[in-house]
């Protein structure tokens, strides 16, 4: 079973920028979507941002034009980079990972926008 470690979390001012990193303890070579979510207490998890295998990128309207998803197959590793961030940005930062044949989430990264 793959496990995903996330890091890059902490506090920030508004306008920052933070990168967040998800490592996982296989390889991502094959995977098929890489996406990351964010909960705030007592919300549903919400896409943030989903890439498939196709080359697709979805990114929700909130984050358009100041997050961004890649990866590092060589570390096997899926970062979000995050600028300009907003007070309403604050939440639990979660990745998650598909291949063919099973998927993965992270145990989740606190980001808290605040001056």
């Known amino acids: 079973q793959v496990r995903l470690v996330e890091s890059g979390g902490g506090l920030v001012q508004p306008g920052g920028s933070l990168r967040l990193a998800c490592a996982a303890s296989?390889?991502?070579?094959?995977?098929?979507?890489m996406s990351w979510y964010r909960q705030t207490p007592g919300k549903q998890r919400e896409l943030v941002v989903i890439t498939t295998s196709g080359g697709t990128t979805h990114y929700a309207d909130s984050v358009k034009g100041r997050f961004t998803i890649s990866r590092d197959n060589a570390k096997n590793t899926v970062y979000l980079e995050m600028n300009s961030l907003k007070a309403e940005d604050t939440a639990v930062y979660y990745c998650?990972?598909?291949?063919?044949?099973?998927?993965?989430w992270g145990q989740g990264t606190q980001v808290t926008v605040s001056s």
């Open positions: 998650h990972l598909g291949w063919p044949s099973t998927s993965a």
């Open positions: 296989g390889s991502i070579f094959s995977i098929n979507a």
